[in-house]
């Protein structure tokens, strides 16, 4: 029975490697190198363990790691949908669910149970650990794009209201970091990063 388990962990293990080959449209900092899912998961981990202090509510940081960490493995199935998309929705969740089912099916079902609560978690974003990790998610390709003076802003003709739009549910994780990404925001309109 242990030995069953531990090879459906295994399986999983091997399967999440592929988070690492899905492209993102953002870049790395101060690069031209589009970063990958597991590079940006690492991030929000680490962003996390840094920012949790200014979470607008007391948090469980574990719960929020486990957020930031699987809610994008869906994407091994379902691809990346750049946030600023004018042809696809953001929010494919239908297909999401299935590939979070199918990929976190491979686990030992206790586990794959925990798993796929997590990710519906984040995707209702209702607790305060979800609005946390949904404002890491939202900030850290802000960050990378104001690096890259514009980065995929520029190269899409994203504008400052549709950029203001889809980041201000930032404040509902917290307000200290929605403030300074707002006038990080206006600084980007300042240095010509990006158009209103």
Same mark, same amino acid.
């Given at each position: 029975?242990?030995?069953?388990?531990?090879?459906?962990?295994? +399986?999983?293990?091997?399967?999440? +490697?592929?988070?690492?080959?899905?492209?993102?449209?953002?870049?790395?900092?101060?690069?031209?190198?589009?970063?990958?899912?597991?590079?940006?998961?690492?991030?929000?981990?680490?962003?996390?363990?840094?920012?949790?202090?200014?979470?607008?509510?007391?948090? +469980? $940081?574990?719960? $929020?790691?486990?957020?930031?960490?699987?809610?994008?493995?869906?994407?091994?199935?379902?691809?990346?949908?750049?946030?600023? +998309?004018?042809?696809?929705?953001?929010?494919?969740?239908?297909?999401?669910?299935?590939?979070a089912n199918r990929i976190f099916g491979?686990?030992?079902?206790?586990?794959?149970?925990?798993?796929?609560?997590?990710?519906?978690?984040?995707?209702?974003? #209702?607790?305060?650990?979800?609005?946390?990790?949904?404002?890491?998610?939202?900030? #850290?390709?802000?960050?990378?794009? $104001?690096?890259?003076?514009?980065?995929?802003?520029?190269?899409?003709? $994203?504008?400052?209201?549709?950029?203001?739009?889809?980041?201000?549910?930032?404040? #509902?994780?917290?307000?200290?970091?929605?403030?300074?990404?707002?006038?990080?925001?206006?600084?980007?309109?300042?240095?010509?990063?990006?158009?209103?």
């Open positions: 029975m242990q030995q069953n388990k531990l090879l459906q962990q295994i +399986d999983f293990i091997k399967e999440i +490697d592929k988070i690492k080959y899905i492209q993102r449209k953002t870049k790395l900092f101060h690069s031209n190198r589009n970063e990958n899912d597991a590079e940006h998961s690492w991030h929000l981990a680490m962003m996390t363990l840094v920012l949790a202090e200014h979470s607008n509510e007391p948090i +469980d $940081v574990l719960k $929020v790691l486990k957020m930031v960490l699987v809610h994008d493995i869906v994407e091994i199935d379902a691809g990346d949908t750049f946030i600023y +998309d004018t042809q696809k929705d953001h929010t494919n969740t239908e297909e999401e669910r299935k590939a491979l686990l030992p079902k206790e586990q794959a149970n925990e798993f796929i609560d997590i990710w519906e978690e984040f995707e209702t974003g #209702e607790t305060a650990e979800a609005k946390f990790a949904r404002t890491m998610d939202r900030l #850290e390709p802000l960050l990378q794009n $104001v690096s890259n003076e514009g980065g995929t802003w520029k190269e899409y003709g $994203v504008h400052y209201d549709k950029v203001f739009e889809k980041k201000k549910s930032m404040e #509902e994780g917290s307000a200290v970091i929605w403030n300074y990404t707002k006038n990080l925001l206006e600084e980007s309109v300042r240095k010509g990063f990006l158009k209103r």
